[in-house]
């Protein structure tokens, strides 16, 4: 018995063979791509897929292009505010089914809440679409509403995921003492358990802020005349024509992005425990 735990303890994924090709592989399938965009971003010429110098050019002309800014301007806009929306309700959800006793229905809870993870992205489109010109012939009302309220439904189970996790990983003691000690629930949870959820509920919102900046399938489906958003504009110019301003564009997101990341892992690190 010791012989076999002390076997199982020794046991590495790491010396099964081929992993560290298996591992150099994927890393390769993923990255390589995103490299290459990145070098050619900075690209001389218009072709994207022939080299003929170095130059900040695209980086300049898509500074300097209105479209982009609008349509960058609007991205971020939107981004910010489903990210603020889905994180609000995501954070009300996890409590809701992390704080209460378990019941028969609580996994069809759980199911409902991350049915956008479920089903394929292009189904929620048009079912928010549909939804959405029911409404619109009903009242009449037009506007960024509609698109703020799909991408934050949207965005809702990605938000609800770390949050969930960092309820699920705090230890009951300090909630259970603040009430032995008299204190209403609204209380423990602002003193105790909001100020240990801030890392999950920071998570939330960068993962929700990441997925509504980049995604196109929605917006593709929901978004009216004037609403273009920049995933939506980068789409429409590889329907025309193809300069290395996209690929500039594109490293501009990934830059974003990896920016985002990096001040959650920072934030982490230093509050998370």
């Given at each position: 018995?010791?012989?076999?735990?002390?076997?199982?303890?020794?046991?590495?994924?790491?010396?099964?063979?081929?992993?560290?090709?298996?591992?150099?592989?994927?890393?390769?399938?993923?990255?390589?791509?995103?490299?290459?965009?990145?070098?050619?971003?900075?690209?001389?010429?218009?072709?994207?897929?022939?080299?003929?110098?170095?130059?900040?050019?695209?980086?300049?002309?898509?500074?300097?292009?209105?479209?982009?800014?609008?349509?960058?301007?609007?991205?971020?806009?939107?981004?910010?505010?489903?990210?603020?929306?889905?994180?609000?309700?995501?954070?009300?959800?996890?409590?809701?089914?992390?704080?209460?006793?378990?019941?028969?229905?609580?996994?069809?809870?759980?199911?409902?809440?991350?049915?956008?993870?479920?089903?394929?992205?292009?189904?929620?489109?048009?079912?928010?679409?549909?939804?959405?010109?029911?409404?619109?012939?009903?009242?009449?009302?037009?506007?960024?509403?509609?698109?703020?309220?799909?991408?934050?439904?949207?965005?809702?189970?990605?938000?609800?995921l770390p949050i969930r996790a960092r309820?699920?990983?705090?230890?009951?003691?300090?909630?259970?003492?603040?009430?032995?000690?008299?204190?209403?629930?609204?209380?423990?949870?602002?003193?105790?358990?909001?100020?240990?959820?801030?890392?999950?509920?920071?998570?939330?919102?960068?993962?929700?802020?990441?997925?509504?900046?980049?995604?196109?399938?929605?917006?593709?489906?929901?978004?009216?005349?004037?609403?273009?958003?920049?995933?939506?504009?980068?789409?429409?110019?590889?329907?025309?024509?193809?300069?290395?301003?996209?690929?500039a564009i594109s490293t501009v997101l990934?830059?974003?992005?990896?920016?985002?990341?990096?001040?959650?892992?920072?934030?982490?690190?230093?509050?998370?425990?």
């Open positions: 018995m010791t012989t076999f735990a002390k076997t199982q303890k020794r046991f590495s994924l790491k010396r099964l063979p081929g992993f560290g090709f298996i591992a150099i592989t994927c890393f390769v399938m993923l990255y390589a791509p995103i490299f290459v965009l990145i070098v050619f971003s900075f690209n001389l010429g218009e072709n994207i897929a022939v080299w003929e110098g170095f130059s900040l050019q695209w980086y300049v002309s898509a500074w300097h292009n209105e479209a982009v800014q609008d349509a960058g301007l609007r991205s971020l806009i939107l981004a910010l505010q489903a990210s603020a929306y889905s994180t609000l309700l995501a954070t009300m959800a996890a409590l809701g089914t992390t704080r209460i006793k378990h019941f028969s229905g609580l996994t069809f809870i759980y199911v409902m809440i991350n049915q956008p993870l479920m089903v394929p992205e292009i189904v929620t489109a048009v079912a928010l679409m549909t939804l959405f010109a029911i409404i619109k012939t009903a009242t009449g009302i037009q506007g960024m509403y509609y698109l703020v309220a799909a991408h934050t439904a949207f965005c809702i189970p990605f938000a609800y309820l699920e990983s705090m230890d009951l003691t300090l909630e259970t003492a603040a009430a032995d000690l008299y204190a209403t629930p609204w209380k423990t949870f602002q003193r105790v358990t909001l100020p240990l959820l801030w890392p999950g509920i920071i998570a939330g919102a960068m993962l929700a802020f990441v997925i509504s900046l980049d995604d196109v399938v929605i917006t593709e489906f929901v978004k009216s005349s004037g609403q273009e958003t920049l995933p939506t504009y980068m789409l429409g110019q590889l329907r025309r024509i193809i300069t290395p301003e996209i690929n990934v830059s974003l992005s990896i920016l985002v990341i990096g001040t959650f892992f920072v934030i982490d690190k230093k509050f998370g425990k």
